[in-house]
C-alpha cells in the first residue's frame, strides 16, 4: 500500500488563524529576539479567543521557532538567528511497554532515522496504563513538543488525551491506531498476515480451521487479523465454525508483557483444554499471538493433540519463544524496526509540511514457516 497524504481541508482551524495574526503583529511591529508577546491571558483577551486555542497557536509558533514560552513569565519572540532549544529537538515517543523486543525495535527503528536528523528521543513507557498514558500527552500538550510517536496503550476505549494532542496541533503519527480515528498511522498490514496465514493451512489441505486471540478491543490490529481471517475462508468457500472460534480469551499477556500469576496460567491452559475438547475435527488453528500459541500448543498436548501432526498452529508477531517450543510455531513476522523507521520519516514530514496532512501506511507481514504446520492426516 503506497502512502495517502490528504491535503489539508478548505478553510483554517481558528488557532491556525490566531497563529497567522501573531505572525503578522511580529512583522509589522518589527518586534525583535526577547521582546514580549504576552501571556496566555493577555493574548487571548487580545485576540478574542479561549485560552486553549490561543495555547494550541502558541504551540505551533514555538515548533515553528517563532516563539518562546517561559513558564510564569509569558511568551517572547525567538532568537531567529540561534539554533532551537534543546527541548525543539527532543522527539517524544511514548508506548506500553519496554521490557520487551516488541515495542523496543519499534523504539530503536524510529530513532536510527531521528538521529541522523539530528534530534534526540524521550521514551516514556505507560506500563499498560492509559491513564499514564493521558498523563504523559497533557505534559506534551503543556510543554510542546515538535512531533510524537504514540503506540496505543491497549484498552476499551479510545484515551480522549491523543484526540487533545490532535487538536494542539502537535505532529503525530501512530504505530497502532484506534479504528475510525483521523490520524497519521504507521503499521503492519495485520489484514494480509491473518489472510495470508489462513490461506496457508487452507493451502495445505485444512479445511476446518479454528481461531484464538484475546477480545479485540477498539484497537485495529486484533480486528484486522480477525477479518483477514474471515475472508480468506470466505473466499475458498470454507466455513467458518462457532464451535471453532475462541475469540474472549481471558489472557492478560501481552508481546509487551510476559509475566502472569501461576493462577491465571492454569485459568488459560483450561480454557484452551475446554476449547479443543469442543472442537475434535478441528485440524488447525491460528494464534493471534505467539503468547496464545504456545499456551494452545501446551494444552494440545493435555488434551492428547500432537502439533504438527494432527493439529497445526500458526501463531503471530514472531517474537522469539515461537522458534523455541517443540516443535517451533510458525508464525507471522512483525516488522516493527521498519514501522519505527517509516514512522520517523513520516514524523519528519508532517513536521515539515504541517500537522495536518495525513499519511497512512501499512506494512507487509511474512509467514515464518516451522515444523508446527503440516498437511492435515487423511
Known sequence: MQRRIQPAKAGKAL???????????????????GDKLGTELELAARYKVSRSTIRQALIQLENEGLIERLHGRGTFVA????????????????????????????????????FQHGYTVSVSSTNGSTEAEAEYIKKLIDQGSPGVIIHATESRYYNPMVFQLLQAGIPL????????????????????????????????????IGLVTKPPGFLASLQDRIQGFRDAMGDYDLVIKREMMLTDLKDFRYVYREDR???????VLNDLKEFLLRSPHMTAVICLNDFIAADVARAARLVGRRVGDDLSIMGFDNIGISANLDP???????????IGKEAAKSLLYLMENGAQHRIHKTLPMELVLRESCAPPRN
Do not use: W
Request: charged share 20%; with cysteine; proline share 3%.
Open 15 to 33: 488557532h491556525e488563524e490566531i497563529a497567522e495574526q501573531i505572525r503578522a503583529q511580529i512583522s509589522s511591529s518589527n518586534l525583535t529576539a
Open 79 to 114: 532568537e531567529k538567528t540561534a539554533s532551537r532549544s534543546k527541548g525543539d529537538y527532543n522527539i517524544h515517543v511514548i508506548v506500553p511497554y519496554l521490557t520487551t523486543s516488541f515495542t523496543g525495535r519499534i523504539v530503536m527503528g524510529a530513532q536510527e532515522v531521528l
Open 173 to 208: 503519527v501512530m504505530t497502532r491506531h484506534y479504528r475510525h480515528m483521523d490520524v497519521s498511522y504507521i503499521e503492519a498490514d495485520n489484514y494480509q498476515g491473518g489472510y495470508a496465514a489462513t490461506e496457508h493451512l487452507i493451502k495445505l489441505g485444512h479445511k476446518h
Open 261 to 267: 500469576s501461576k493462577e491465571h496460567e492454569q485459568q
Open 328 to 338: 517451533p510455531i510458525s508464525t507471522v513476522n512483525c516488522p516493527t524496526y521498519e
